[in-house]
């Protein structure tokens, strides 16, 4: 949308689903779950063209889900982070981030996930990106922190909480809470029944061998986490709530806030207080 609001689903589409879920349920649940694993793929602007060009690629197969992913490395003599984009992103998303990290000699690392920017794949998920994360966090030696903004920030929460609570710092920068409420959003967006909703949750938490229910949330695996946390949010996302950081941040033993106003879900990884923020938290 113009106004930064998400995505607006065409008349033609809801109409189509629409008839699609009176005739055939099963077939609106397939249908819908092609667009709800399909990333849009934007077309990268001028500004992140230098970062993108500064980097060291290569082409990684993440094993556990078998399949070949984009691998970037600013190397520098300080520690290592690892960086995370969110969902329909990229790494370059970052790009203001990774030039101030740059600046302060952090040896920084990010990825493409499948479906997303240079990666190939037409189609992603959730615990793909978890995936990825636990395969190159685990490649990476001596890793000291995750940055990492939207679905990404949740997939970090999940790995560092499960996997990884040896991990020296977390930045979550606009994450959302629940996957089953993100689920309920899109079957409002898209206008489906009830039917076809529990379909789709039952056919992916199938697929995902993960169950789709409400403790499918942050703020229950987060009550896990031991790493110094820092969450950042904006009070005008309109696209994930900050309801959703301040639901995490009482679960977390360990953590500071930063809430700004104005930079909406995006603008917020290009602005220097925020990035200010980080590299003070990741000096500390």
């Given amino acids: 949308r113009k106004d930064s609001r998400g995505l607006i689903i065409p ?29 849009i793929k934007y077309k990268i602007p001028e500004r992140e063209i230098p970062i993108l060009k500064s980097s060291r690629s290569s082409t990684v ?3 556990s889900i078998n399949k070949k992913i984009k691998f970037y490395r600013w190397k520098g003599k300080g520690p290592k982070v690892l960086l995370v984009h969110g969902w329909s992103g990229r790494a370059t ?19 493409d996930a ?10 992603s998920n959730i615990p793909e990106f978890i995936s990825c994360i636990k395969e190159l966090a685990s490649s990476i030696e001596s890793l000291s ?6 679905g990404g920030a949740f997939a970090s929460i999940y790995y560092t909480s499960i996997y990884n609570n040896k991990l020296k710092k977390l930045v979550l920068i606009s994450p ?3 996957v089953y409420e993100l689920f309920q959003s899109f079957f409002k967006l898209i206008n489906v029944s009830k039917k076809v909703g529990d379909l789709m949750i039952k056919f992916y938490s199938k697929k995902t061998g993960i169950m789709i229910n409400k403790d499918l949330s942050a703020h229950k695996f987060a009550r896990l986490l031991k790493t110094e946390t820092l969450i950042i949010h904006d ?4 696209e994930i709530s900050i309801k959703n950081s301040q639901l995490i941040k009482r679960n977390i033993k360990n953590v500071k806030t930063f809430f700004t106003k104005g ?3 995006r603008r917020i990884l290009r602005n220097e207080s925020v990035t200010k923020k980080i590299l003070g938290f990741l000096n500390y």
């Fill in 263 to 265: 930079l909406g879900h």
């Fill in 11 to 39: 008349r033609g589409f809801v109409n189509f689903i629409k008839i699609l879920d009176f005739i055939n349920p099963y077939l609106c649940m397939r249908f819908a779950g092609y667009l709800w694993t399909k990333p």
């Fill in 235 to 238: 009070e005008n996302d309109k």
């Fill in 176 to 178: 959302f809470n629940s």
């Fill in 114 to 123: 499948p479906g997303h920017g240079n990666s190939q794949a037409s189609s």
């Fill in 61 to 63: 197969r993440i094993n």
């Fill in 145 to 150: 922190g995750i940055i990492a903004h939207s």
């Fill in 93 to 111: 998303n970052m790009y203001f981030i990774i030039q101030k990290l740059i600046e302060n000699n952090y040896d920084v690392y990010s990825f």
